[in-house]
């Protein structure tokens, strides 16, 4: 099994990975709440199990546990202040194993995989504070019908290394309105931080400094309303419970004693009537942004991505090697097929020239809308003018333009009725080449702005930059597999920021590239060893194999799957395919501009055929978004790790679950992975608004 999909109703899961020696200096996660309820990364002197992946609650083992990080509710990266750092797998640390655990509150829909997880980025050089969390937990149960029911935990600090609080988490479940927490030393109350629960439930940043010295009292409180609850609500880790956590993130100076080396709780209210003089401000809600609690939303529908359709005929036309999709300003899908023609072995010579120079007489360009799962065909188009399709692109001007690999062309059409009028073609008819005035087998065609670029192809493996007019402006790109070297470019779309994503289809990767062909990011796995289409809806790239891969290690066969990613890390998120039957072939997927339905085409042996499937989460979620500008940010590294960590690619494999990848810092710039573990399963949705939220994203810090 690669990848994860919940079993039950509240499934946790959990895998470990050595903790290699360094010091956590930011937390990058991947996931999503329309998938994940949450997730928590626990630094374990010994792990739960000697198995790499397990299910249940458990975490630790014998010895210390630490909390490191926490993450629901689609709280965003947190980056730690500067000098200050997670000490782990030292001699002297007992944190030596890390494990992540994932709670799913309900299993998917359809064939859903999912790889959430968590990047770590680590430093190899001694900060001058060391960081830990400490974990404020109550545990009674609520009453119905109170409109206002606290819940309080207090303990009293005696070491005596002095604790600095920079940050500060909450987490109840549904009935949560507010979590506070303070510290009283002498006679003085101080506020450490007080967040709503159903606000994404980052790491808050307190923004001035605080000192927790021996002798003083730390307290928290979580505030909840039961008053549409007929029954008592016992805390717990299931959905259906309810649950009071404040966590306390804090720093001491790296040369005084570790104050918690075993692992920092505070459990139950430890400090006899404290909550008789606890600051009223602690109990008092705060003002409503339903923004946030908009984009934290917790779905209350399961996640899926769901088969719809299997369409082999559009009107009477029935369905030829599907090898281009796309979507017109009307919004109806355009499938751009091959009628009668099939390309097999003999349909070009040894010089790539089309042996059959006949046209097809079928119409190639079906537009189609649908009526629910029922395509409906709007016109049929191309009789007679095409001779091999591979590409179609619609632009926002209604111009269609094609590829035509039996041409060796691409051309600009103007719908003219139920005609396409030619404006031009560029490349010569039926003549391969490599300069600037022809093209050999070119794929696909993407427009950004007044430039238009082309995948050139099966034999040139460059992108080719034309004007709108269909003149040669520019190219990039050459054969081989470094960064913006192609095999085989077999798909071109442009994501939302403007960068070109290319299907390397024979190197089996997605390149997402600028406008002039340097790298951005890269996305890569052993999961798949081709990639014959990519597209884009916000921030998810989907990338699609055409063809079977095999486990390196086992040689087993994977099965074909849509992969999708998040824009700018390099990292899977989530994975789905056809429950009824598996893909044959397929060639070309597309999302609809409203991001509720993926389109697949198959060119299967065994006849072409047109996948629909539909995305399903909360309808009070934006369709298919899965993250926010933070993660627009991130490295190109991440592309990296995932083609250059063999260790982490290896048990993703075995294990198919969740997992952490670490980047490595040298005096704060990128030195390359480490040997590293797992990979845990990725997906997400939905943008996230970072305005007001006070994490550490600090754009311009070396550990992004």
Known sequence: MIGYSPTKTDDY????????????????????????????????????????????????????????YAWARNAPNLNLPPGVAFDIGHESSTIKTLVLQVHYAQPFEGNVLDY??????????????????????????????????????????????????????????????????????????????????????????????????????????????????????????????????????????????????????????????????????????????????????????PFGIIEEAKIHKIGSHQLGQISGLAFDQEKNLVVFHRGSRVWDQSTFDATNHLNDKAPIAEPVLLVTRFEGDTPILVKALGAGQFHLPHGVFVDIDGYMYTTDVGCHTVAKWKLNGDKLDLVWEFGEKFVPGSDHGHLCKPTAITRDGDRLYVSDGYCNARVVELTLDGKYKAQFGSPGQGAGQFALPHDIALSDRKTLLVADRQNGRVQELNTEGLLQTMTASSLFSNIYSTTAHEDTVFMLPGETSYNQFTKDEIEIKVYGSRLGTGLLEFAFGPKTEGFGRPHVLRVSPDGKHIFIGDISEQGATLWKFRIQHDSSTEPLSSGNAIYQQASAAAGAISRNAPISITFFLILGVIGAAYYYLKRGKPRGPRSLQSGFDRKGFKPLNQEDTQAFFDSDSDSD
């Open 116 to 301: 959430s997880g968590v990047t770590l980025h680590l430093s190899d050089e001694t900060p001058r504070y060391l960081s830990a969390v400490m974990l404020f937990v109550a545990g009674y149960p609520i009453p119905p019908k109170m409109p206002q029911f606290q819940s309080n935990m207090s303990c009293p600090y005696e070491g005596e290394t002095e604790l600095h609080p920079f940050a500060f988490r909450t987490h109840t479940h549904a009935m949560g309105k507010l979590v506070s927490g303070f510290f009283k030393h002498g006679n003085e109350w101080t506020k450490i931080g007080k967040r709503n629960p159903q606000w994404p439930q980052l790491f808050e940043k307190i923004d001035h400094p605080l000192t927790i010295r021996k002798g003083d009292v730390m307290a928290a409180t979580c505030r909840f309303d039961s008053s549409k609850m007929n029954e008592t609500t016992p805390m717990g880790h299931m959905g259906t419970q309810e649950m009071c956590n404040f966590y306390m993130m804090f720093y001491w100076d790296a040369a005084k004693a570790n104050p918690f080396p075993y692992g920092a709780v505070c459990g139950g209210n430890q400090v006899a009537n404290i909550f008789n003089e606890y600051p009223k401000d602690g109990y008092e809600l705060l003002p409503a942004r339903p923004e946030l609690e908009h984009t934290a939303h917790q779905s209350g529908r």
């Open 13 to 68: 899961v959990a895998v470990q990975m050595p903790a290699d020696p360094g010091y956590i200096v930011g937390f990058e996660p991947l996931a999503h709440a329309d998938r994940v309820h949450h997730m928590l990364l626990y630094g374990c002197e010994e792990a739960y199990s000697e198995q790499q992946f397990w299910k249940g609650m458990a975490t630790c083992g014998n010895g210390a546990s630490h909390i490191l």
